[in-house]
């Protein structure tokens, strides 16, 4: 498939090739040049769970975490 620059430099994705890879109005996509290419990735939307997935110190649990900053949880 072909597609021309125009002249501030926009080209527009086939709708075909849209249609296949899943890109949808108002998504962002990443450029490249690889191996002389022009290559696009869609940019991922980061889950709320991955960014802050590791800031617990020093491999704590949870569990440790919260016994360390309001102590143990006695269940009756």
Do not use: W
Not at 30 to 52: C, I, M, N, T, W
């Amino acid at each position: 498939m072909k597609a021309t620059v125009s002249e501030k430099g926009q080209v527009t994705i086939p709708k075909q090739l849209r249609r296949e890879l899943g890109i949808e109005p108002g998504e962002t996509l990443e450029f490249a040049v690889e191996d002389g290419r022009l290559v696009a990735h869609k940019v991922r939307q980061r889950d709320p769970v991955d960014s802050v997935y590791g800031i617990l110190r020093g491999g704590q649990s949870a569990d440790e975490f919260l016994n360390e900053i309001r102590g143990p949880v006695e269940l009756p």
